[in-house]
């Protein structure tokens, strides 16, 4: 199995201002999001990041995907060093957040062919894969509708189509499901398997735990900031299933502190 | 490069999208040409007569030449002959503003004028109250025909009849209205556009997580600084072009004077347009730079407040000094150096050392202004602060 992401010791902290301690309910000037991360990711898996709200997923997936910069620690993407080389990063992955908005003043229609310059798609090769994603997402009926007439739904769908322009080899999902409606987010879900067997590496995080053991080949279990366990899906749930590995991990690692 | 143009394209497309920001772009220019053409219009009214105004007053020995004369320019009278005797008890009318003027002519006035034997000189009085309007133009338009008679009676030789033969006066008067005024107006004009657009643009992005999608693709945080600057910059520039058009259109009724702008030849207007561009990049990169810093647009607005403050101040030194200052250390000083440079254009006193100063100095600012940028869009603290 060819390795194709490699995250070594990765630190990354944050600086806390007066109101965000209000908020975290801390007078600590310093919040530890990434603690000594590592993992690895094979070709043409799917991998799910696992874990409570505030362990480090977004954080972590923001510095794969070059958004901000890890404190400390080596991180290589097919071979590129991510910090040295983050253009050249972002060329090969597809990046999908929450937070990532597009512009309501544009149309689904424009923004793909917008982004798809930015990658430097070929224009037939643009033209053929906006046709076949926006008709395998049903964009094709709001193709034309400016994004600020868009439901939740509609963007979120359009959102991840543009995350593909580029055709990327590897694509990373920060809680894809979230928010989406049942049948959005079994066309989502049915889509990255897709991917997958199109043999594209796919790294998702979530929280969902039937999520992670639908669709993902292998699992990271993030707490805290630290990898606790990244092994294969069906290793880890030989004897129980995932809910109760993951609270056994759980009870032991939050018990120690 | 390629991508520096596929910006630019969409950051047009976004403002010609989006009704709100065509509205901030011309409606400046829009309200200014209302607003001054109106205030002109009532400025006007205050110092002109209205066309159909029936003066009114008293008139002595009434001349009919006088008359006739008055009658050919068109101009409605309502006089109410009386004998020189009442004089005085009607000039309370006139002080009062009740009735506009008193002519008094001498006895037998139109005859006297057909035998040139005089040997005294005769006297026409005409009593007029300068704070009415009414009365003073009458005053004027008076003099003008009494001037008419005299001199076609004793006429000899013209000087400059009929038209106005100086040349000098208008280009000079012009030059100096427009040297005193549009140099601060334009800094003004080019600034309220770049303040419309810098926060939105940068400020907005941010607030509204469109930013973070750009940084995602292969596109470089130098492309995206100065993909934006280059856009906004003209946005601004053709939002001051409009307010400027306005501007011109309206000055003329607002001081009741023609201002007359093709004084000016191509050079002028070459140059005032090279120094409006460097303005208006170093206004938007400033905007930029301090928008950036900002999580929403209302808050970037505010942290550039108090830079406006300065700018005007730094804007308005001809307004003062009414001269262009000679040192040309000066003119490394930003928004100042446009300042007194406009004003040496404009006043046909251009110094090139100072122009090629101010030129290269805005420019330098502003590169240095896009470096900062680029470092601040690859800065997470400042894109990515909760
Ligand atoms: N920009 C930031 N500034 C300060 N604290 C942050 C910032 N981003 C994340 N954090 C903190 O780091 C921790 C990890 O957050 P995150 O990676 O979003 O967790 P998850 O996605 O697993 O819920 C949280 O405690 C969060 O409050
Ligand atoms: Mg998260």
């Known amino acids: 199995m060819e390795k194709i992401l490699e995250v070594q010791n990765v630190k990354k902290t944050f600086k806390l201002s007066r109101k965000q301690q209000k908020i975290e309910k801390t007078n600590q000037k310093i919040k530890v999001a990434l603690n000594g991360l590592s993992f690895a990711t094979y070709k043409g898996e799917i991998y799910g990041l696992l874990g409570p709200n505030g362990a480090g997923k977004t954080t972590a997936l923001r510095i794969l995907s070059t958004l901000i910069k890890a404190d400390e620690g080596h991180i290589e993407i097919d071979g590129i060093d991510v910090s040295k080389n983050p253009e050249e990063v972002r060329r090969k992955i597809g990046f999908l957040t929450s937070e990532l908005k597009l512009e309501d003043f544009f149309t689904p229609n424009y923004l793909f062919d917008f982004f798809s310059n930015l990658h430097d798609v070929p224009f037939d090769i643009a033209n053929e894969r906006k046709k076949r994603l926006f008709e395998k997402f049903g964009i094709d009926s709001f193709c034309e509708v400016k994004v600020a007439n868009l439901s939740t739904g509609m963007k979120q769908k359009v959102s991840l189509v543009i995350s593909l322009v580029h055709d990327p080899d590897i694509i990373i999902f920060d809680e894809p499901t979230n928010g989406l409606d049942v049948l959005t987010a079994k066309v989502v879900t049915d889509f990255l398997q897709e991917l997958r067997n199109s043999g594209k590496t796919i790294i998702i995080s979530t929280h969902i735990f039937s999520l992670v053991e639908k669709i993902c080949d292998r699992v990271g279990i993030i707490i805290n900031g630290r990898m606790i366990v990244s092994e294969k899906l069906n290793e880890l749930t030989k004897e129980k299933n995932l809910e109760d590995v993951f609270f056994d991990i759980y009870k032991k690692e939050v018990g120690e502190e | ?386």
């Open chain 2, 1 to 386: 490069m390629r991508n520096i143009w596929i910006i630019i394209k969409k950051e047009f497309a976004r403002f010609f999208k989006d009704r709100r920001m065509l509205v901030a772009l011309f409606l400046p220019g829009i309200l200014i040409y209302v607003v001054y053409s109106f205030m002109g219009d009532i400025i006007n009214s205050m110092v002109t007569v209205e066309n159909n105004y029936v003066y009114t007053g008293y008139v002595v020995n009434q001349s009919n030449l006088f008359k006739s004369t008055l009658e050919l320019e068109k101009i409605k009278i309502n006089f109410e002959e009386i004998d020189e005797s009442h004089i005085e008890e009607h000039k309370e009318e006139i002080k009062n503003r009740e009735k506009d003027i008193i002519i008094v002519f001498p006895k037998q006035f139109d005859e006297s004028l057909k035998y040139q034997n005089n040997q005294s000189v005769m006297n026409v009085e005409i009593f007029y109250n300068s704070t009415k309007t009414e009365s003073s133009t009458f005053y004027q338009i008076g003099l003008e025909i009494l001037n008419k008679i005299e001199s076609k009676i004793t006429n000899i030789f013209d000087i400059n009849a009929g038209q106005n033969y100086d040349l000098a006066d208008e280009k000079d008067l012009s030059a100096s209205i427009i040297s005193n005024l549009l140099p601060m107006l334009m800094l003004m004009l080019i600034l309220s556009g770049c303040i419309g657009i810098a926060p939105e643009s940068i400020a907005g992005e941010k607030e509204r997580g469109t930013i973070a999608t750009l940084l995602v693709t292969p596109l470089k945080r130098r492309e995206l600084a100065i993909g934006k600057i280059v856009s906004i910059s003209s946005l601004a520039l053709i939002s001051g072009l409009v307010s400027f058009i306005g501007v011109m259109l309206s000055f003329p009724k607002l001081i009741a004077r023609n201002i007359d702008a093709s004084i000016y030849g191509f050079k002028e207007y070459f140059l005032i347009f090279l120094v409006i561009i460097s303005l208006t990049l170093m206004a938007i990169t400033l905007m930029a730079i301090v928008s950036s810093f900002a999580k929403s647009v209302k808050e970037a607005t505010n942290y550039i407040s108090p830079f406006m403050i300065l700018m005007v101040l730094l804007s308005l030194s001809t307004m003062i000094t009414q001269s262009a200052a000679n040192n040309v250390v000066l003119y490394l000083i930003p928004f100042f150096n446009v300042n007194q440079t406009l004003y040496s254009i404009f006043s046909f006193d251009i110094n090139v050392t100072n122009l090629i100063v101010t030129v290269i100095a805005n420019v330098v600012y502003t590169i240095l202004g896009i470096f900062m940028l680029t470092k601040m869009f690859g800065n997470e603290k400042i894109m990515f602060s909760r």
